[in-house]
């Protein structure tokens, strides 16, 4: 069965730095999607992406944050400047329509640690 | 806005037993309701969904009926088995594709 793919699985970076995490979605899919997770709290919300737009985007998304779809078969999301809170499970999500008879698939996640 | 309440774990069963995880939403309009899961170690899996009033999503023993009338999206299984030990998290719909997840609950299941 097609799997959505993150790379890396985990990710530690210094605050302050730029990081850059990895989707390949499910080939065939349109709808693009982060949500994150910081431990011990509920799965959230970041943003989602169609036809190389963001269609909506949480308050958490700020200008810290940008995606992209920089080929055929990668989306990533970018923190500018990492800041200890961003530290967090950031889960990609990929769907072939935007109704519920085509339901988002998760990727396992990359676990992003700020030191 | 749109929120998914769940019931707070551990949950802890013992093999064979019978399995309530309740999950309320709040909505504006008619959200799909799903219940995903997530094994250790892994991403999150859907389990099952339900799109309307009424509707019963069911998959590998799970079930769970759309409850307009009482806002409720309760995940039952009739016998748990140890692989069953993972984190349920119930989801709505919300804005324009997004999900909404409750906190998640914790299956502990022994033999």
């Known amino acids: 069965e097609p799997e959505v793919t993150q790379t890396p699985s985990h990710q530690v970076t210094q605050m302050g730095q730029e990081v850059i995490l990895r989707c390949v979605p499910i080939?065939?899919?349109?709808?693009f999607y982060w949500y994150r997770q910081i431990l011990g709290q509920k799965v959230e919300f970041l943003v989602s992406?169609?036809?190389?737009?963001?269609?909506?985007k949480s308050e958490i998304f700020d200008d810290q944050f940008s995606v992209e779809r920089p080929d055929g078969s990668n989306f990533t999301l970018k923190i500018r400047s990492t800041k200890l809170e961003d530290s967090a499970m950031y889960f990609c999500?990929?769907?072939?329509?935007?109704?519920?008879?085509?339901?988002?698939?998760f990727g396992d996640g990359t676990r992003l640690s700020i030191l | 806005g749109n929120s998914v309440t769940q019931m707070e774990g551990p949950v802890t069963l013992s093999e064979e037993a019978f399995l309530t995880i309740n999950c309320t939403y709040t909505?504006?309009?008619?959200?799909?309701l799903f219940w995903y899961v997530q094994y250790p170690g892994e991403g999150l899996q859907l389990l099952l969904k339900?799109?309307?009033?009424?509707d019963k999503g069911s998959n590998k023993g799970f079930e769970a009926t759309y409850r307009k009338e009482t806002t409720s999206f309760h995940l039952e299984k009739g016998s748990v088995q140890v692989s069953d030990s993972a984190v349920y998290f119930c989801?709505?719909?919300?804005?324009?594709?997004?999900?909404?997840f409750g906190a998640g609950t914790r299956l502990a299941v022994h033999p």
């Open positions: 999500a990929s769907s072939a329509g935007h109704n519920s008879n085509q339901p988002q698939h």
């Open positions: 339900a799109t309307k009033a009424d």
């Open positions: 989801a709505s719909t919300g804005g324009y594709n997004k999900l909404i």
């Open positions: 080939s065939n899919h349109l709808y």
């Open positions: 909505a504006t309009g008619y959200p799909s």
């Open positions: 992406f169609y036809n190389n737009e963001i269609s909506e």
